[in-house]
Protein backbone atom coordinates (compact mmCIF):
# COMPACT_ATOMS: atom_id res chain seq x y z
CA UNK A 1 0.00 0.00 0.00
CA UNK A 2 0.73 3.22 -1.00
CA UNK A 3 2.17 5.17 2.29
CA UNK A 4 4.12 8.23 3.69
CA UNK A 5 6.06 8.49 6.85
CA UNK A 6 7.37 11.47 8.25
CA UNK A 7 9.15 10.45 12.04
CA UNK A 8 9.57 13.62 13.17
CA UNK A 9 6.82 14.64 14.91
CA UNK A 10 8.60 18.12 16.02
CA UNK A 11 11.52 19.28 15.15
CA UNK A 12 13.49 22.90 17.07
CA UNK A 13 15.61 25.10 15.08
CA UNK A 14 17.61 27.72 16.02
CA UNK A 15 16.93 30.99 13.91
CA UNK A 16 19.81 31.16 11.36
CA UNK A 17 20.41 27.31 11.63
CA UNK A 18 20.27 24.95 8.93
CA UNK A 19 16.72 22.14 8.34
CA UNK A 20 16.30 19.04 7.23
CA UNK A 21 13.31 17.59 7.35
CA UNK A 22 12.80 13.62 6.80
CA UNK A 23 10.11 11.80 4.20
CA UNK A 24 9.93 8.14 3.31
CA UNK A 25 7.94 6.95 1.12
CA UNK A 26 6.50 3.44 -0.08
CA UNK A 27 4.71 3.21 -3.50
CA UNK A 28 5.80 0.78 -6.40
CA UNK A 29 5.73 3.27 -8.99
CA UNK A 30 8.10 6.34 -9.85
CA UNK A 31 6.51 8.65 -7.37
CA UNK A 32 5.11 12.34 -8.02
CA UNK A 33 5.83 13.66 -4.17
CA UNK A 34 5.39 16.82 -2.82
CA UNK A 35 5.64 19.26 -0.02
CA UNK A 36 3.18 21.43 1.42
CA UNK A 37 3.30 23.82 4.50
CA UNK A 38 0.44 24.51 6.53
CA UNK A 39 0.25 27.68 8.69
CA UNK A 40 -1.48 28.45 12.09
CA UNK A 41 -4.88 28.16 11.09
CA UNK A 42 -4.26 28.34 6.95
CA UNK A 43 -4.34 26.39 4.10
CA UNK A 44 -1.67 24.26 2.55
CA UNK A 45 0.61 25.73 0.39
CA UNK A 46 2.77 23.96 -1.98
CA UNK A 47 6.44 24.45 -1.09
CA UNK A 48 7.79 21.48 -4.04
CA UNK A 49 7.02 18.96 -6.06
CA UNK A 50 9.21 16.39 -7.87
CA UNK A 51 8.01 14.13 -10.92
CA UNK A 52 10.80 13.11 -13.04
CA UNK A 53 14.19 14.27 -14.07
CA UNK A 54 16.83 16.31 -11.89
CA UNK A 55 16.65 14.77 -8.50
CA UNK A 56 17.24 17.94 -6.57
CA UNK A 57 14.31 20.42 -6.95
CA UNK A 58 13.94 24.08 -5.54
CA UNK A 59 11.07 25.34 -4.25
CA UNK A 60 9.48 28.66 -2.46
CA UNK A 61 11.24 30.43 0.24
CA UNK A 62 14.33 28.80 -0.43
CA UNK A 63 13.40 24.95 0.03
CA UNK A 64 14.93 22.28 -1.87
CA UNK A 65 14.37 18.59 -1.65
CA UNK A 66 16.30 15.80 -2.90
CA UNK A 67 14.61 12.65 -4.21
CA UNK A 68 17.07 9.24 -3.48
CA UNK A 69 14.57 6.56 -5.11
CA UNK A 70 17.10 3.79 -3.48
CA UNK A 71 16.50 5.19 0.13
CA UNK A 72 12.62 6.16 -0.66
CA UNK A 73 13.38 9.26 0.84
CA UNK A 74 12.29 13.19 -0.46
CA UNK A 75 13.93 15.17 2.49
CA UNK A 76 12.92 18.55 2.54
CA UNK A 77 16.02 21.18 3.05
CA UNK A 78 16.83 24.78 4.07
CA UNK A 79 20.15 26.35 4.86
CA UNK A 80 19.56 28.94 6.96
CA UNK A 81 15.20 29.19 8.85
CA UNK A 82 13.85 32.15 9.68
CA UNK A 83 10.96 32.49 12.51
CA UNK A 84 8.31 33.09 9.97
CA UNK A 85 9.47 29.22 8.58
CA UNK A 86 7.84 28.09 11.99
CA UNK A 87 4.68 26.02 10.56
CA UNK A 88 3.76 22.08 10.15
CA UNK A 89 5.01 20.26 6.75
CA UNK A 90 3.63 18.00 5.13
CA UNK A 91 5.26 15.31 3.03
CA UNK A 92 2.60 13.46 0.41
CA UNK A 93 2.95 11.31 -2.53
CA UNK A 94 0.57 11.33 -5.28
CA UNK A 95 -1.90 7.81 -4.92
CA UNK A 96 -3.07 5.95 -7.54
CA UNK A 97 -6.28 8.21 -8.36
CA UNK A 98 -3.67 11.43 -8.36
CA UNK A 99 -4.94 11.78 -4.83
CA UNK A 100 -2.36 13.07 -1.83
CA UNK A 101 -1.73 10.64 0.51
CA UNK A 102 0.13 12.33 3.54
CA UNK A 103 2.57 11.74 6.25
CA UNK A 104 1.41 12.61 9.87
CA UNK A 105 3.54 16.15 9.21
CA UNK A 106 6.38 17.61 11.45
CA UNK A 107 5.69 20.65 13.62
CA UNK A 108 8.74 23.10 12.81
CA UNK A 109 9.66 25.24 15.94
CA UNK A 110 12.10 28.02 15.43
CA UNK A 111 14.09 29.31 18.73
CA UNK A 112 15.33 33.11 18.61
CA UNK B 1 -4.28 33.06 -2.71
CA UNK B 2 -4.70 29.85 -4.32
CA UNK B 3 -7.57 30.74 -5.79
CA UNK B 4 -9.64 28.28 -4.23
CA UNK B 5 -12.74 29.44 -2.04
CA UNK B 6 -14.51 27.77 0.59
CA UNK B 7 -17.30 28.92 2.63
CA UNK B 8 -17.87 28.51 5.63
CA UNK B 9 -14.39 29.53 7.27
CA UNK B 10 -16.48 28.18 10.45
CA UNK B 11 -19.54 26.00 11.40
CA UNK B 12 -20.82 25.17 14.98
CA UNK B 13 -23.55 22.60 14.83
CA UNK B 14 -25.25 20.15 16.85
CA UNK B 15 -24.31 16.72 16.38
CA UNK B 16 -27.31 14.87 14.45
CA UNK B 17 -27.59 17.91 12.57
CA UNK B 18 -26.20 18.47 8.55
CA UNK B 19 -24.47 20.55 7.28
CA UNK B 20 -23.00 21.66 3.60
CA UNK B 21 -19.88 23.13 2.86
CA UNK B 22 -19.24 24.74 0.02
CA UNK B 23 -15.65 24.62 -2.57
CA UNK B 24 -15.24 27.14 -5.91
CA UNK B 25 -12.29 25.92 -7.69
CA UNK B 26 -9.42 27.54 -9.37
CA UNK B 27 -10.61 28.68 -12.88
CA UNK B 28 -9.67 26.35 -15.53
CA UNK B 29 -9.07 23.07 -12.97
CA UNK B 30 -11.45 20.67 -13.36
CA UNK B 31 -10.61 18.44 -10.65
CA UNK B 32 -11.98 18.77 -6.63
CA UNK B 33 -10.61 17.26 -3.87
CA UNK B 34 -11.95 17.28 -0.64
CA UNK B 35 -9.45 16.19 2.18
CA UNK B 36 -10.34 16.27 6.10
CA UNK B 37 -7.73 16.83 9.19
CA UNK B 38 -8.31 15.71 12.22
CA UNK B 39 -5.66 15.44 15.25
CA UNK B 40 -6.58 11.82 15.62
CA UNK B 41 -6.46 10.97 11.80
CA UNK B 42 -4.16 13.30 10.27
CA UNK B 43 -4.97 14.90 6.65
CA UNK B 44 -7.05 11.95 5.34
CA UNK B 45 -8.34 11.98 1.47
CA UNK B 46 -11.81 11.82 1.23
CA UNK B 47 -13.28 12.20 -2.10
CA UNK B 48 -12.19 13.53 -5.62
CA UNK B 49 -14.87 14.49 -8.46
CA UNK B 50 -13.37 15.48 -12.42
CA UNK B 51 -15.67 17.40 -14.56
CA UNK B 52 -19.05 16.47 -12.49
CA UNK B 53 -18.08 13.00 -12.13
CA UNK B 54 -16.64 10.85 -8.97
CA UNK B 55 -13.56 9.66 -10.15
CA UNK B 56 -12.05 8.27 -6.63
CA UNK B 57 -13.28 7.84 -3.37
CA UNK B 58 -11.09 7.58 -0.14
CA UNK B 59 -11.61 7.07 3.81
CA UNK B 60 -15.30 8.70 3.03
CA UNK B 61 -17.92 7.92 5.59
CA UNK B 62 -21.61 6.89 4.12
CA UNK B 63 -22.77 9.63 6.45
CA UNK B 64 -20.79 12.16 3.99
CA UNK B 65 -21.28 12.44 0.30
CA UNK B 66 -20.58 15.31 -2.53
CA UNK B 67 -20.92 16.12 -6.29
CA UNK B 68 -19.64 18.68 -8.23
CA UNK B 69 -21.94 20.75 -10.12
CA UNK B 70 -21.96 21.75 -14.03
CA UNK B 71 -19.83 24.96 -12.97
CA UNK B 72 -17.54 23.14 -11.36
CA UNK B 73 -18.47 24.10 -7.71
CA UNK B 74 -18.49 21.61 -5.25
CA UNK B 75 -20.14 20.75 -2.31
CA UNK B 76 -19.63 18.22 0.49
CA UNK B 77 -22.24 16.84 2.51
CA UNK B 78 -22.17 16.01 6.25
CA UNK B 79 -25.19 14.27 7.67
CA UNK B 80 -25.69 12.74 11.14
CA UNK B 81 -23.11 14.71 12.31
CA UNK B 82 -21.06 13.31 15.74
CA UNK B 83 -18.89 14.34 17.94
CA UNK B 84 -15.40 12.88 16.47
CA UNK B 85 -16.38 14.73 13.02
CA UNK B 86 -15.23 17.78 14.08
CA UNK B 87 -12.33 18.50 12.09
CA UNK B 88 -11.05 20.75 9.23
CA UNK B 89 -12.26 19.86 5.97
CA UNK B 90 -9.98 21.66 2.96
CA UNK B 91 -10.91 21.83 -0.70
CA UNK B 92 -7.97 21.43 -2.78
CA UNK B 93 -8.52 21.88 -7.27
CA UNK B 94 -5.82 20.74 -9.84
CA UNK B 95 -6.18 20.62 -13.77
CA UNK B 96 -6.07 16.64 -13.38
CA UNK B 97 -2.57 15.14 -11.24
CA UNK B 98 0.11 16.71 -9.76
CA UNK B 99 -0.05 20.27 -8.22
CA UNK B 100 -3.07 20.67 -6.26
CA UNK B 101 -4.08 24.26 -5.06
CA UNK B 102 -5.95 24.40 -1.26
CA UNK B 103 -8.83 26.87 0.01
CA UNK B 104 -8.26 27.71 3.50
CA UNK B 105 -10.59 25.12 4.83
CA UNK B 106 -13.85 25.22 7.18
CA UNK B 107 -13.51 23.95 10.16
CA UNK B 108 -16.14 22.17 11.83
CA UNK B 109 -17.15 21.67 15.48
CA UNK B 110 -19.88 19.54 16.12
CA UNK B 111 -20.92 19.93 19.54
Known amino acids: AQSVTQPDIHITVSEGASLELRCNYSYGATPYLFWYVQSPGQGLQLLLKYFSGDTLVQGIKGFEAEFKRSQSSFNLRKPSVHWSDAAEYFCAVEGSNYQLIWGAGTKLIIKP | DSGVTQTPKHLITATGQRVTLRCSPR?????VYWYQQSLDQGLQFLIQ???????AKGNILERFSAQQFPDLHSELNLSSLELGDSALYFC??????????FGQGTRLTVV
Open chain 2, 92 to 101: ASSVLSGEAF
Open chain 2, 49 to 55: YYNGEER
Open chain 2, 27 to 31: SGDLS
